[in-house]
């Protein structure tokens, strides 16, 4: 079969990180068979809080051909093994979700049965005590391991990482027109985008378009009205704070999520400063005590003005529509509780450069972009629900509503399956890992009520070597690790990192 093929024009509408991870991608992936533009405005800012990554980052530039170490000294980043969620479960306790695998697990059964069975066998070491990545978190240490041995992400400036994925895109072909969108026009026929039109009056016609441009949705709801799914009524808070502040100490390799009475705050530390942030429900604390909140706690000298930030949890309904494409906060927005904004922008540019059309654009394609699309951000969405529902706080009106809440079914059916088995289970490709949702539920006070009979297997003696061997593999390998700042320092160090 023989099918004519014309270069792609392909407008990427809006700039920061969706942009620029967009525009990174496709130049270097596809080249010269598209023609790519982005236009963007200088005059208008981004939201660029998403700081704070997880795992998927690290192959995602890998594939772009981009050397880690520079990628980082470029970004001011630092490295991420989880988070620290203090304050969920009660007020004054806590515990880490980490990316790395807890203890061996079996080809029946997750090691979490394992770890069970040895409680009632007199083993009270906790969960915690079996994984790398979150003993090297507490204790300040991090390197590359042989194997890739250690899980981890990245803690960067997203500003700079858009700026280095300019660069990127720019050196590859990618055209970046400076303006601000005045006009989307439609196709009359077709109902498609036909060209967008800037404040100068010039004229940009493409074939594709991607909407970047934000909390604004300027093309796929400003001009096609795709709709909106609002999630807020499992997912409360609908505003935000974000502020930089001096380091004042070496950096950790690990973000921290600490629960306050009407929602949570976020610090992430980078080799230049800290990220600080407050996520809160407007109906139970207002924006001048949310501010009040967070001035009053952040660590250093201010380094910028607080940028106040309004959301409303949920998802576009088709993300594909028509000739439009959303990409980042335009298709949808969860908040940054795991860090997954960044993941979602990612995986959305993979999906389509695998989808691209040669010629017309494929129905089929477009369904299957959004039911995949869809599904990756309700399994999100599920993951940060059990972080609200399942608490045991009752001290405010706001904890008080999270933990009465109705549930999805998808969430509820997992929860009671843990409880009452132990067992996790995943749908095909979805983010999560088992481990991580054993990590959380057990950190929310979620503890099964049996578990696998395959850990029975064990006769005492071999739990107990299977048990102490685990955990000494663990202690030995972190106590041979660097300190974080140290490596970071020596592996990725920036000329204009302040040194703690």
Known sequence: MTQTY?????????????GWMTAAALARTLGGAIELTLVESDAIGTIGVGESTIPPLVNYNRLLGIGEAEFM??????????????????????YFH????????????????????GLTKGHDWSFDDYCLELKAAHAGRFAHLPDNRMNYAYQLDSSLYAA???RLAEADGARRVEGKIAEVELDGLTGNIAALRLDSGERLAGDLFVDCTGFRALLIEGALHAGYDDWS????????????TESVRPPVPYTRAIAHDAGWQWRIPLQHRQGNGIVYCSRYLDRDAALARLLGTIEGQRLTEPNFIRFVTGARRQQWYRNCIAMGLSGGFMEPLES?????IQRAILRLIRMMPMGEI????????????LTDMVQIRDFLVLHYKATERRDSPFWRQCAGMAIPESLSHKIELFRETGRVFRKNEELFAENS????????????RAYHPVATKLSDAELDHLLHGLRESVERTVASLPRHHEYVAQYCGARDAVAA
């Open 6 to 18: 014309s270069r792609r024009r392909i407008v990427i509408a809006g700039g920061g990180t969706a």
């Open 73 to 94: 000294r470029a970004t001011q980043a630092t490295f991420k093994l989880g988070i620290e969620f203090e304050n969920w479960k009660v007020d004054g306790e806590s």
């Open 98 to 117: 980490s990316f790395g695998l807890t203890g061996r697990d079996h080809w029946t059964a997750g090691f979490q049965h394992f770890w069970l069975h």
């Open 164 to 166: 280095y994925l300019r």
């Open 233 to 244: 009524h499992y997912l409360p808070c609908d505003s935000a704070i974000a502020v930089q």
């Open 340 to 344: 997954t904004s960044i993941h979602l």
């Open 362 to 373: 494929s129905p089929r394609d477009v369904a299957e972009f959004n039911e995949q699309q």
């Open 437 to 448: 949702w054993v990590q959380v539920m057990l950190g929310q006070g979620i503890m099964p």
